[in-house]
């Protein structure tokens, strides 16, 4: 048994995931394609994994989209988008990645495939690349890579990332036909980053939400673009509080009635040097639908199509907590649970997941009160000393009276939480005792934990 393995987050059959990449609904069907090394289980030889869904829960694994071509000078295919173009066919744009002078620093190249069989089979370029770092005049511009494109007015815009100078940038670009493009601007600036890969540029009526992963948490920008295609911020936030422990590159997929749905890359970086989970590494995120409220904050809900695998579910409503622990009667590694609490100003508790009987292992879930924090402690995930145990957490101010929601997501080595839809921590654990399996809630301080709502169900699997 494979105690680390996720049930119903989607992974490939073997072998190494990262980066989600192109994801598009074409003819009734979601396709998601991802980073891929088909021949191990770490990073290496990037290919272009695939995949198809027509419920966007359950997936069926297809034939490799792209592999390197090794007789051009192609070593990897980096991470990019699929958009359709303007003769109605499914279009690939990707960095393409070799050795020597086409390496990821100095010598990227943006090429294009196309498919002519319904995204079976896919056709480079024939006059690929499509863009070259020369497009850019004198700027000198580092770790080019990873192209977003979405088509407004009948213009195609394209931002890449990189850095410029040693400050990390967004880079903006139009074409007509896919095929011509012009640069536009550097649109954007984080000098406190050296480079910015795998941006996402997503409207919202008359405002633009800029992601990107800085070799850091991911990050999201709320703002407009000026007339010269520079970007302006209203807003900065925080897209997921984990980075490299658990949530990074996202990439967004626009569906038939205008959800904005986001997958982003749960890393295997908390394993460390532990070989408990052979064969396999990465997962991709539960898909999160993002909108945008009145103040420019953006609100990330668990696709509600998910529902669907939960089974054997265990309740309670308006249930006060004043003893120090409670264990509940539902137990495993595959659940979502649910919690709505009314703030009383002074309390300090704690949901704990993956416990075992003796609680030598357990991963918490806290929440202070008088801080105005939340948390993911793994301290005592797993008794294992090869995993990574730090504490993610997140500033969460509620006053007295409000209530707190939170989703929490548990899948043998992944832990989604989601709270009042605005705060994201995802991260990985991997708990060694295969009866670590218990739930518990703790009231840690205060005199009273009001629980409006609990719920806690078991999940299938998704294959």
């Given at each position: 048994m494979d105690l680390y393995k996720p049930q119903y987050h989607f992974i490939p059959e073997k072998n190494w995931m990262n980066d989600p990449n192109g994801p598009i609904y074409y003819k009734g069907k979601y396709h998601l394609f991802y980073q891929h090394n088909p021949n191990d289980y770490h990073w290496d030889t990037m290919h272009w994994g695939h995949a198809v869904s027509e419920d966007l829960v359950h997936w069926e694994h297809l034939p490799i989209a792209l592999t390197p071509s090794n007789e051009l000078g192609e070593t990897h295919c980096f991470s990019g988008c699929a958009v359709i173009n303007n003769d109605g066919l499914p279009t690939i744009f990707y960095t393409s990645i070799g050795e020597n002078e086409r390496n990821g620093k100095d010598g990227a190249q943006q090429w294009?495939?196309?498919?002519?069989?319904?995204?079976?089979?896919?056709?480079?370029?024939?006059?690929?690349?499509?863009?070259?770092?020369?497009?850019?005049g004198k700027m000198n511009i580092k770790e080019w890579r990873d192209p977003f494109i979405w088509k407004e007015n009948e213009v195609w815009y394209m931002v890449l990332g990189g850095g410029c100078e040693e400050k990390g940038c967004v880079l903006i670009y139009s074409s007509l036909d896919l095929m011509n493009w012009?640069?536009?601007?550097?649109?954007?600036?984080?000098?406190?980053?050296?480079?910015?890969?795998?941006?996402?540029?997503?409207?919202f009526g008359d405002k633009y939400v800029l992601v990107y992963s800085p070799s850091d948490i991911v990050r999201y920008h709320v703002g407009t673009l000026?007339?010269?295609?520079?970007?302006?911020?209203?807003?900065?936030?925080?897209?997921?509080?984990?980075?490299?422990?658990?949530?990074?590159?996202?990439?967004?997929?626009?569906?038939?009635?205008g959800r904005k749905i986001m997958w982003g890359w749960m890393t295997e970086v908390s394993r460390g040097d532990f070989e408990g989970a052979n064969g396999w590494a990465g997962a991709q995120s539960?898909?999160?639908?993002?909108?945008?409220?009145?103040?420019?904050?953006?609100?990330m809900e668990p696709l509600s199509e998910y529902e669907m695998l939960r089974y054997d579910e265990e309740s309670y409503n308006n249930k006060i907590i004043n003893k120090n622990k409670i264990i509940l009667k539902s137990k495993g590694r595959a659940l979502e649970i649910k919690i709505t609490i009314k703030i009383n100003g002074d309390e300090d508790f704690s949901l704990n997941v993956f416990e075992s009987p003796d609680n030598v292992e357990t991963t918490t879930i806290r929440y202070d009160a008088v801080v105005g924090e939340i948390f993911v402690d793994r301290s005592k995930?797993?008794?294992?000393?090869?995993?990574?145990?730090?504490?993610?957490?997140?500033?969460?101010?509620?006053?007295?009276?409000?209530?707190?929601?939170?989703?929490?997501?548990?899948?043998?080595?992944?832990?989604?939480v989601f709270a009042d839809s605005e705060i994201c921590l995802s991260t990985r654990i991997y708990p060694t005792l295969e009866n670590s399996e218990n739930v518990s809630l703790e009231l840690n301080k205060g005199n009273e934990l009001n629980i409006q709502e609990l719920s806690l169900w078991k999940m299938k699997s998704i294959w």
């Open positions: 294009m495939a196309v498919s002519h069989d319904d995204m079976i089979t896919w056709e480079k370029y024939d006059s690929n690349p499509v863009l070259k770092l020369k497009l850019h012009k640069f536009l601007n550097k649109m954007f600036e984080a000098p406190e980053f050296k480079f910015l890969e795998c941006p996402n540029m997503i409207k000026n007339e010269d295609f520079t970007f302006i911020s209203e807003y900065e936030g925080i897209l997921d509080n984990s980075g490299w422990e658990g949530f990074y590159a996202p990439n967004t997929l626009i569906d038939p009635i539960i898909p999160r639908v993002l909108t945008l409220d009145s103040h420019n904050s953006l609100k995930s797993s008794i294992s000393e090869q995993v990574h145990k730090t504490i993610l957490k997140s500033p969460l101010k509620k006053e007295v009276g409000q209530l707190l929601s939170i989703r929490v997501f548990v899948d043998h080595s992944i832990i989604e």
